[in-house]
């Protein structure tokens, strides 16, 4: 393997003053490597020629990260605070929301904003896009809970079409979706999807010229080979690039043994773009060309299925001043359109604690609305 670049980046992820619970006392590290000489599809590579990959790969980005001072935490207790057990109702109200028809005037006006009055008890979450136009997280009482909606994000519950009725076109569209696995089945966390449902959403409806449409997806090659050969077709996606994110615990471990026959410590980004008609758009000269193979590591979320924010490891790959989706989300994050049955899931005050912004080096506030 011939290593052509690496760099290594930490940041502190806070959102105005906000911190989750369950990383607010260390920092959240990405690295990334790119490495070339290597097998141009991670889909047909055998299991020795991968773990070669995560294996060096991940030995020299670790040893680059003690070297700055992190992934040296010694841990000799469990922690001792509990996880919140907020148990999110959206999805179900979702099941009985998408048994109703939707109003001429959904369809007409799908965005509803808040105002510095608050939310109005009337608003209808699950026929518009609710967006918080403001520099600022504002904290709404929704269903009787409390959530934080991050500055200038947008959220969408159930209807996934509505988002096609306001004619916005994404730059960038992020799928995490809930695959079929028999885990899922005995733990029951969530509903999965049957892969051949993926093909109803309006993919090529949303995406901008040269859209970068990227999905994570388990370790099943079923799945992996149905994204490559049926779903990004279906989409008119040409697919680009694999990567994989490495999940390592706070002393640089993997988190499962890397020869484990049922779970890795490993996941797969499948990456692509969105060709329309014959013609390729022109990629404008801000845009870096994608690179086919990456390797991304970082401590995971405690909480279940919670992916990395990919936002500063696909900037230099999208154009200035995005427009961003996800699919299939649980939070929501600044600046982008979120759409899920359980969207704002883990934007529940419960998962967040409070700190000085002065402390922080932040001027934005945080707007409180019962």
Not at 25 to 54: D, E, G, W, Y
Not at 278 to 299: C, K, M, N, Y
Request: hydrophobic share 40%; with cysteine; aromatic share 12%.
């Amino acid at each position: 393997i011939t290593f052509v670049s690496r760099s290594f980046m930490y940041s502190v992820h806070t959102e105005n003053g906000l911190i989750p619970n369950y990383d607010r006392n260390s920092f959240k590290i990405c690295f990334t490597f790119h490495f070339i000489n290597f097998f141009p599809s991670m889909a047909f590579l055998i299991f020795s020629q991968i773990r070669l990959v995560v294996l060096e790969g991940s030995r020299a980005l670790l040893e680059a990260g003690r070297q700055c001072g992190y992934l040296t935490e010694v841990l000799t207790a469990p922690p001792s605070e509990s996880m919140p057990s907020h148990e999110c109702r959206l999805a179900a109200l979702c099941d009985m929301a998408k048994q109703l028809p939707l109003t001429d005037e959904s369809l007409m006006a799908p965005v509803q904003m808040l105002n510095r009055d608050g939310l109005d008890p009337s608003l209808d979450l699950f026929s518009y896009i609710t967006e918080n136009p403001f520099d600022c997280t504002y904290e709404v009482t929704l269903m009787k809970e409390k959530y934080l909606l991050p500055p200038r994000s947008r959220f969408l519950v159930a209807y996934c079409y509505i988002l096609t009725t306001g004619g916005d076109k994404f730059d960038l569209i992020v799928l995490d979706p809930p695959w079929e696995n028999k885990s899922v089945k005995r733990s029951n966390r969530y509903s999965s999807l049957p892969s051949s449902q993926l093909k109803q959403l309006p993919v090529p409806a949303l995406a901008a010229p040269e859209c970068l449409v990227v999905t994570w997806v388990t370790n099943r090659a079923k799945h992996l080979r149905f994204i490559k050969e049926e779903l990004y077709p279906y989409w008119a996606v040409e697919v680009l690039a694999e990567w994989l994110w490495v999940k390592v615990t706070r002393t640089g471990e993997f988190v499962f043994p890397l020869d484990s026959p049922h779970k890795k410590p490993y996941e797969v980004l499948v990456l692509g773009r969105h060709r329309s008609g014959t013609d390729r758009a022109v990629r404008s000269s801000a845009v870096e060309e994608l690179p086919e193979q990456r390797l991304l590591i970082s401590v995971p979320s405690v909480l279940h299925s919670q992916k990395p924010s990919l936002s500063a490891v696909l900037k230099p790959y999208i154009s200035p001043e995005p427009k961003c989706l996800e699919l299939f989300a649980r939070s929501l994050q600044r600046d982008w359109t979120s759409w899920g049955n359980e969207v704002i899931k883990f934007q529940h005050s419960s998962y967040f604690t409070r700190e000085r912004a002065e402390e922080l080096s932040m001027t934005s506030e945080t707007v409180i609305i019962q």
